[in-house]
Antibody, heavy 122, light 107 residues
Framework: QVQLVQSGSELKKPGASVKVSCKAS????????MNWVRQAPGQGLEWMGW????????TYAQGFTGRFVFSLDTSVSTAYLQISSLKAEDTAVYYC???????????????WGQGTMVTVSS | VIWMTQSPSLLSASTGDRVTISCRMS??????LAWYQQKPGKAPELLIY???TLQSGVPSRFSGSGSGTDFTLTISCLQSEDFATYYC?????????FGQGTKVEIK
């Protein structure tokens, strides 16, 4: 079935880096964009940006430039989110999400990874 | 940036109630609006897209309406499994934006 499976929880110290993976299955990976969404503890959903799975071109939302990098390995149908110079305020659940019902680039997110909890603490 | 105002932030209701959640946009988005349900510790799930199209597998007690700037999610007869947090999201333009969320709790 169509699914996104993310890597497990991470506990990191401030200043470290983390790389979260999101493996797609059940559909052609390069057919649909991949989005990343952040949810801080007790807070709402925040769209971080997206990556074109055909070209590898990323687009970042305001507030997610510089330390955040989206990348792909299409050979294994996997998207990655890397965060460098981690801060306590990066503590959150990070989701990958895709829209397999997209029409002409308009995509509601019908598939979601299970989320990866990243905790930044000394 | 398209700003979204979702209301109410908290809704107390009983099983069997009809509930409505509103989402208002700062500018028109045609019908490019989705509604998601999120339960504690779980990823969001798509309920409705294109403002009123029910996602496959979603019970028919959920419905969506609206276009342009004003949208509504209605749950016609609240069930125990519907107590959760609901988010609207516009996908008309970048950046994609979510509403602040509505927590539906047991009255």
């Amino acid at each position: 079935q169509v699914q996104l499976v993310q890597s497990g929880s991470e506990l990191k110290k401030p200043g470290a880096s983390v790389k979260v993976s999101c493996k797609a299955s059940g559909y052609t990976f390069t057919s649909y964009a991949m989005n990343w969404v952040r949810q801080a503890p007790g807070q709402g959903l925040e769209w971080m940006g997206w990556i074109n799975t055909n070209t590898g071109n990323p687009t970042y939302a305001q507030g997610f430039t510089g330390r955040f990098v989206f990348s792909l390995d299409t050979s294994v149908s996997t998207a990655y989110l890397q965060i460098s110079s981690l801060k306590a305020e990066d503590t959150a659940v990070y989701y990958c999400a895709g829209g397999t019902i997209a029409v002409a680039g308009y995509d509601a997110f019908d598939i979601w990874g299970q989320g990866t909890m990243v905790t930044v603490s000394s | 940036v398209i700003w979204m105002t979702q209301s109410p932030s908290l809704l107390s209701a009983s099983t069997g109630d009809r509930v409505t959640i509103s989402c208002r946009m700062s500018q028109g988005i045609s019908s490019y609006l989705a509604w998601y349900q999120q339960k504690p510790g779980k990823a969001p799930e798509l309920l409705i897209y294109a403002a009123s199209t029910l996602q496959s597998g979603v019970p028919s007690r959920f419905s969506g309406s609206g276009s342009g700037t004003d949208f509504t999610l209605t749950i016609s007869c609240l069930q125990s499994e519907d107590f959760a947090t609901y988010y609207c999201q516009q996908y008309y333009s970048f950046p994609r934006t979510f509403g602040q969320g509505t927590k539906v709790e047991i009255k």
